[in-house]
């Protein structure tokens, strides 16, 4: 690995009015900024040179840590040798190596990959090519799609309607029509501070057996779940319930979609999670930590039968009319090459399952701090509920952020009243250690 970039400070920009900061309180933003300005493996620089440790891997994303030099270079070779290739009846050669490469990661008989340039697109891309299916195999009355309570399937309008979070759906309309919703896993009564999978909750998979009789078999097309939700606070799967959700779907000819936009790529010590849980679903969508969070992209990897379903009719006319001008995008390939070359060559999902035990351990010795509520943890994550202010539901967290940000050089996240933790998969056991210092220092100064 390369040594951090020298201190030197970057120029700030003197207007910061214009940009309208995505799922950010703008206002408090901009009246004390946090900038970022250069990266390097576990460490962010400022403008101004002072280094903060990741301990979010960006956003889920840089698994393989920041800037990592065979990433950096591929990507400069690429944009030197090729900037675009029309991604619709022609392609470049890096497209299907990439696809042959996360196809062979990929569990059971998911060996086909549609690629596209975020999570949200993924998932989006996942839901129609469900509901395609079955219309060309016969079955046009599947239409419909169940997601589950506290979900996040990203921001696009088939995301929102399965996801299942609140403020992410309520000023935007009816969403699509026939989603009905699994209900969320997690109960603190049963669960608190379980590390790993917890042991409460595989029956609540027994409720998609409730939706199947109010609606009936014939009319649902697809059940999408992320293993682990994570955008809302680190809710891994209770111990059987994929495994039981796989055997209601298999018995009603219902289509399976792991999520693993964040769960994929080593965040739970595996390729994807599906083979962690030994369940393999029909669909996989994937983005973040295919490119280390270099270059964006996303992509579905589907199962044989699925691919195989739509080639049929004349050899001139495209199978699917679907697809992006910027899918499989040379960059976002070569980036995606040497990610996972690094991520083979460092062992890097290896490198979090070995850590797995030694993060549950520092991340529970929260417990006892004051407002900490749960914590929850499995892979290379960890999620730690704060009680709220009264009134102020959330400010906790977001002012714990704010402080391990400007007073404490950690970058944390926010969700809600959980503070979120998900380091890129090279951290060390020291910085496990200082993160985990950090927060709980953090935590007393917002008590
Ligand atoms: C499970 C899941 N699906 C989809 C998305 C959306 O990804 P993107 O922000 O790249 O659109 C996210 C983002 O965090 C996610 O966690």
């Known amino acids: 690995m390369a040594t951090a970039p020298a201190q030197q400070a970057t120029a700030v920009p003197n207007d910061l009015e214009a940009y309208w900061i995505p799922f950010t309180p703008n206002r408090a933003f901009k009246a004390a900024p946090r900038l970022i300005a250069r990266a390097k493996d576990m460490h962010y620089y400022t403008p101004e040179g002072r280094a903060v440790l990741d301990g979010t891997a960006g956003m889920w994303c840089t698994n393989a840590g920041h800037n990592r030099d065979p990433i950096v ?3 400069r070779a690429e944009a030197a040798a090729l900037d675009y290739a029309p991604a619709f009846q022609f392609a470049h050669p890096k497209a299907f190596e990439l696809a042959s490469r996360v196809a062979a990661l990929a569990p059971g008989e998911l060996d086909h990959v549609f690629f596209c340039n975020s999570g949200s697109e ?21 239409t419909r799609l169940i997601g589950r309570e506290r979900g996040y399937h990203g921001v696009g309008f088939g995301g929102i309607s399965v996801g299942g979070m609140v403020n992410n759906r309520k000023l935007f309309g009816a969403l699509l029509a026939g989603v009905d919703h699994l209900p969320a896993t997690y109960s603190r009564e049963h669960q608190a501070f379980s590390k790993g999978e917890p042991d409460w909750g595989a029956h609540l998979a027994d409720e998609l057996e409730r939706i199947v009789t109010l609606h009936d078999a014939s ?13 809302t606070g680190v809710l891994p799967a209770p111990k059987g319930y994929l495994s039981r959700l796989r055997a209601i779907c298999d018995k009603h000819g ?19 999670a599906a083979e962690r849980y030994g369940v393999n679903p029909d669909m996989i969508t994937f983005a973040k930590g295919i490119t280390s969070g270099s270059v964006p992209m996303g992509g579905v ?6 691919y195989d379903a739509f080639m049929r009719g004349p050899m001139h006319v495209a199978e699917l009319f679907h697809g992006y001008t910027y899918s499989a995008h040379p960059l976002a390939c070569a980036a995606g090459l040497a990610t996972l070359d690094l991520y083979r060559e460092e ?3 290896e490198r979090a399952h070995k850590l797995e035990p030694v993060w ?5 010795s929260l417990k006892g701090l004051p407002n900490v509520l749960d914590i929850r943890c499995v892979g290379l994550t960890a999620g730690i509920d704060l009680a709220s202010r009264p009134g102020e539901v959330g400010k906790r967290a977001y002012e714990a952020m704010d402080k391990a940000f400007h007073e404490l050089d950690l970058v944390v996240r926010a969700a809600g009243e959980t503070l979120v933790l998900t380091p890129p998969l090279i951290v060390s056991e020291r910085e496990i250690d200082e993160m985990f210092a950090k927060v709980a220092r953090v935590i007393k100064a917002v008590a």
Do not use: N
């Open 360 to 364: 549950a351990e520092a991340a529970m």
């Open 347 to 349: 062992g890097l999902f």
């Open 219 to 231: 009319t649902i097309a697809a059940v999408i779940v992320e293993p682990m939700s994570g955008s």
């Open 122 to 142: 993924a998932v989006d891309t996942a839901l129609k090519i469900a509901l395609a299916y079955h219309h060309v195999r016969g079955e046009a009355a599947r």
């Open 73 to 75: 270079a591929a990507i």
């Open 301 to 306: 990897v589907v199962r044989k039968g699925i």
């Open 254 to 272: 219902i289509l399976l979609i792991f999520d693993e936009v964040i769960t994929g790529f080593g965040r739970l010590g595996h390729a994807f």
